[in-house]
C-alpha cells in the first residue's frame, strides 16, 4: 500500500499563490491515479483536480478551472497543486488521493483508496 503525506498549505492573502506537494512512499504512485480533494467545516468534501497514471489526463473542479494546476513527479513519487489567484472560498483542508492500480481516474471521494492526513488553506481577503 501507499502512504501519502501532504505540505505546503498555509495562510495567504486573495490572489496570492500556494503549492501543495503529496509525497508518496511504499509505492510509486507511476500506478495510481492521483486526485486533489478540499473539505471546508460543515461542507461535504469536494473534487478540486485529478490526473491519469499516464499524466495526459486531468480534471477539474468548476470551481477551480484556470486557477488550479494538478502535475505529477513520478521519479520522485509526489503530486503537486499550483493554486493561483485565490479566493476565500478555496479555504479548506486539502487532502490528496490515490487510485489503486488497475482503476481510472476519477472525480469521486469514494473511488479513492488512498488518502493523507490534509493540509490546511486558509485565504484571508
Known amino acids: 500500500q501507499v502512504q501519502l503525506v501532504e505540505s505546503g498549505g498555509g495562510l495567504v492573502q486573495a490572489g496570492g499563490s500556494l503549492r501543495l506537494s503529496c509525497a508518496a512512499s511504499?509505492?510509486?504512485?507511476?500506478?495510481?491515479?492521483m486526485g486533489w480533494f478540499r473539505q471546508a467545516p460543515g461542507k461535504e468534501r469536494e473534487f478540486v483536480a485529478a490526473m491519469s497514471r499516464s499524466g495526459t489526463i486531468t480534471y477539474y473542479g468548476d470551481s477551480v478551472k484556470g486557477r488550479f494546476t494538478i502535475s505529477r513527479d513520478n521519479a520522485k513519487s509526489t503530486v503537486y497543486l499550483q493554486m493561483n489567484s485565490l479566493k476565500s472560498e478555496d479555504t479548506a483542508v486539502y487532502y490528496c488521493?490515490?487510485?489503486?492500480?488497475?482503476?481510472?481516474?476519477?472525480?469521486?471521494?469514494?473511488?479513492?483508496?488512498?488518502w493523507g492526513q490534509g493540509t490546511q488553506v486558509t485565504v484571508s481577503s
Open positions: 488521493a490515490a487510485d489503486r492500480p488497475g482503476k481510472g481516474v476519477s472525480r469521486t471521494a469514494a473511488s479513492y483508496d488512498y
Open positions: 511504499g509505492s510509486t504512485i507511476s500506478i495510481y491515479a
